[in-house]
């Protein structure tokens, strides 16, 4: 009998759809896998050095910042601080984290982790703190909240111990800390100011900043830690922050599962900011401030033949040294109470008095209504409606010309001529000398509020007509007229060119030329310009300005004497105007005081400050030139 072999074939239906289903799950996840293999490996890779990589910068140190010579006004110094790297004390940490803990539950008391492990890095801290504070003679205590602050926003770096050291306190630490100490000297820089108040408001200082800075260090992506940074806060450290500060250095650092500090797999070293060549002159700021020295005003020397700003001063000023490395609160507040923040040449408002006049009689020549040599007789008042305005010392001056009524600075004879003229010509000239509007000079924060009034801006401000009285007070430079010093600085440089406008500025650059866009010839003949110029030199030689004598320099000038309610307060305001030499004219000066005595006069208020200026000129540019001149 035969054995019949049943035979098996894998043809079920079900087999079939089970295989099928098989395969093309395993065809998905091969697809899948090759997927992330080939196209999605960037990708992990990114998200892996997000998880292990962290990147840290570190701000370059600033550039220096020169007078036009070469000597430095602003320059770095070292800072010393005693820092810690929390890495290194991972164990301790723990340890006593845990000894914490089992005290709180012997005790029955409940347990927060998280302000328990505060509390526990605080007290680590504290121990490593104590011996410096043994070798310094400190008492210096660690913050718990500042501790928790650091390890949720800075743990990869350092955590200060101990800021600003003193060179005596860092040869201590460096000298009796031990070897193994986990402890660090950091050094840093800081700005530091040889002429301590110099040029304080043009120069400017410095803050911390949180804000990333620019870097060279790769890894944009990655989370990024930085040592605080410096940015400028006022004057030029402001207005050429980016120029000076310099690009980022720092490392790219692999981090262990807790974040801590573990191998630094590249470090970049930051470059240093670009210096920066001022066009001021140290001498003639010194002359400048020593004559501002213990007053309220302002100072601004220009060179009229490239507009450059050889002194520009304000008082009160301060110690840009005690805003390094930082302000503290005393200091803040002694200077808010001074009023000595404000910049008072390029922020402060004030009537521009008697040298508003030589805009008057320029107004005046240009559109014909008067005869510059002709005699007008000038007694010791003059009457609008039923008003008497009067002459600066009520007196009669008789019959002068235009050069003796700028020497003698009269009142009474430019009344009439604006009157005549009415306040929109005598506006728009002051507009075509700039009066309206700021200079452009490269600082922030410069005015722009300064009023040249005429009719159609008395009725928009106040509702108001304007009268002749209005007319009266602007011919002297009186009335709604507010400008800064600065801009009287600039128009005094411009009246030396012949030219409506001069364009300042705070850099030393052999392309500057002084001009100005907006610049325009002075449309008068030369014979009424040459009395205007003979005025301002008989200011000097015979007049008010005489306290501005120097021998051997030949100076032009008007003084001034305003009055101005500031802050609520009453308060004249000398003034003085003036450039030389009159043959070829090299510097223009404005120097405006700030006085609660109603006895101060442009002349002998402001005229030895402006001696000391010119004086200090003329030795350092024009002696010698004018005597090889004369030798000639």
């Known amino acids: 009998m035969k054995k019949t072999v049943e035979v098996h074939h894998f043809e079920h239906p079900r087999l079939f759809h089970f295989f099928w289903f098989l395969g093309t799950v395993c ?18 890779q990114e998200q892996e050095e997000r998880q292990s990589l962290r990147r840290i910068l570190q701000p370059a140190p600033r550039g220096e910042i020169y007078d036009r010579n070469g000597i430095l006004l602003v320059g770095n110094r070292p800072i010393f601080t005693a820092a810690i790297f929390l890495t290194e004390l991972k164990a301790e940490f723990r340890k006593e984290y845990f000894n914490l803990v089992r005290t709180l539950r012997e005790t029955g008391l409940k347990v927060n982790g998280d302000r328990l492990m505060d509390q526990a890095r605080a007290q680590v801290l504290q121990r490593y703190i104590d011996p410096i504070n043994a070798i310094l ?26 800021k600003d050291l003193s060179p005596q306190e860092y040869a201590l630490l460096t000298e009796k800390l031990p070897v193994e100490s986990p402890i660090q000297i950091i050094v840093d820089s800081a700005r530091y100011y040889p002429y301590g108040s110099l040029a304080a408001h043009l120069l400017g200082y410095i803050g911390n900043t949180e804000e990333m800075m620019q870097s060279d260090i790769p890894g944009m992506h990655l989370t990024t830690f930085s040592y605080k940074g410096k940015i400028g806060k006022r004057g030029l450290e402001l207005s050429f922050n980016d120029h000076l500060q310099g690009i980022s250095g720092g490392e790219i650092l692999l981090v262990d599962p807790a974040g801590f500090r573990y191998q630094c797999i590249e470090k970049v070293m930051p470059r240093k900011g670009n210096s920066l060549i001022t066009s001021i002159d140290v001498d003639i700021q010194q002359a400048a401030e020593q004559g501002l020295e213990g007053k309220r005003g302002a100072i601004i020397a220009i060179e009229i033949k490239t507009g450059e700003i050889l002194a520009l001063a304000s008082s009160p000023t301060y110690d840009l040294n005690e805003l390094s490395p930082y302000i503290p609160t005393t200091v803040f507040n002694k200077i808010n109470e ?15 008095a008697s040298a508003f006049k030589l805009i008057t009689a320029i107004c005046g020549l240009k559109h014909g209504v008067f005869d510059p040599e002709e005699f007008i007789a000038c007694g010791s008042g003059f009457l609008v409606g039923n008003r008497v305005f009067p002459e600066h010392e009520n007196v009669s001056l008789g019959a002068i010309d235009l050069q003796k009524a700028i020497q003698s600075s009269s009142n009474v004879y430019f009344y009439p001529l604006a009157i005549k003229m009415g306040p929109e010509k005598i506006a728009q000239e002051a507009r075509n000398f700039g009066l309206d509007e700021p200079t452009g000079i490269e600082l922030p924060f410069e005015a722009k509020k300064m009023v040249v009034a005429d009719s159609t801006w008395k009725m928009n401000k106040l509702g108001e007509s304007w009268r002749g009285g209005d007319s009266a007070n602007m011919a002297i430079g009186q009335g709604f007229l507010s400008v800064t010093p600065l801009q009287m600085a600039c128009f005094g440089a411009a009246l ?3 030219e409506t406008r001069i364009q300042p500025s705070l850099l030393h650059d052999a392309s500057h030329t002084g001009n100005h866009p907006k610049s325009q010839p002075i449309d008068i003949s030369d014979l009424a310009y040459q009395n205007i110029i003979n005025g301002m030199r008989l200011c000097v030689e015979q007049g008010s300005g005489k306290r501005a004598k120097v ?19 009453y308060v004249t305001v000398p003034s003085f105007l003036g450039f030389a030499p009159i043959e070829d004219p090299q510097i223009a000066i404005f120097i405006l005081i700030e006085g609660d005595d109603r006895s101060l006069w442009g002349g002998s208020t402001s005229g030895p400050i402006a001696k000391s200026v010119f004086s200090t000129y003329y030795n350092k540019y024009l002696k010698k030139e004018l005597a090889i001149a004369i030798n000639d």
Do not use: C
């Not at 660690?142 to 955590?159: A, C, Q, S, T, Y």
């Not at 008007?558 to 309610?565: C, E, F, I, R, Y």
């Open 27 to 44: 065809f998905i996840l091969l697809v899948g896998l090759s997927w992330r293999q080939l196209f999605k490996t960037e990708e992990y």
């Open 137 to 162: 003679g400190r008492n210096e205590k660690i913050d718990m909240k500042e501790v928790g602050k650091h390890f949720r926003k800075r743990l990869l770096l350092p955590m200060t111990l101990i």
């Open 338 to 352: 001074r009023k000595a923040w404000i910049d008072r040449a390029t922020q402060g408002l004030y009537p521009p």
């Open 496 to 498: 030396a060119r012949k």
């Open 551 to 569: 021998p051997g320099l030949t100076i032009a000038a008007k003084t001034g004497t305003g009055q101005a309610s500031l802050s609520g307060k």
